[in-house]
Nanobody, 114 residues
Framework: QVQVVESGGGLVQPGGSVKLSCAAS????????MGWYRRAPGKQRELVAT????????RYADSVKGRFTISRDNAKNTVYLQMNSLEFDDTAVYYC???????WGQGTQVTVSS
């Protein structure tokens, strides 16, 4: 069965950095496009970034361009999200998602606060 486990969230100060990880199983990871999404308090879930199966193509929400970087390691079935220059509005639960599959993990909370 499909499973994704997100980790790496926590409390970080504005301007700080954090790196999220997502370990996937139950899918042919190297053939699966992956995405990071987030849901802020009181808002709908939104796309943050996606990466193609081979890692050559990435796409970002305008709000995170230049600050976040998505990457993947197909040997480890893991996708990452490096988050720099964090802002208060980045506070959310972050979810890793295998594109095209109706499956969502538990997410990992990122809180930006001074």
């Amino acid at each position: 069965q499909v499973q994704v486990v997100e980790s790496g969230g926590g409390l970080v100060q504005p301007g700080g950095s954090v790196k999220l990880s997502c370990a996937a199983s139950g899918i042919i990871f190297r053939f699966t496009n992956m995405g990071w999404y987030r849901r802020a308090p009181g808002k709908q879930r939104e796309l943050v970034a996606t990466i193609s199966s081979g890692g050559s193509t990435t796409r970002y929400a305008d709000s995170v361009k230049g600050r976040f970087t998505i990457s993947r390691d197909n040997a480890k079935n893991t996708v990452y999200l490096q988050m720099n220059s964090l802002e208060f509005d980045d506070t959310a639960v972050y979810y890793c998602h295998p594109e095209g599959l109706n499956y969502w993990g538990q997410g990992t909370q990122v809180t930006v606060s001074s």
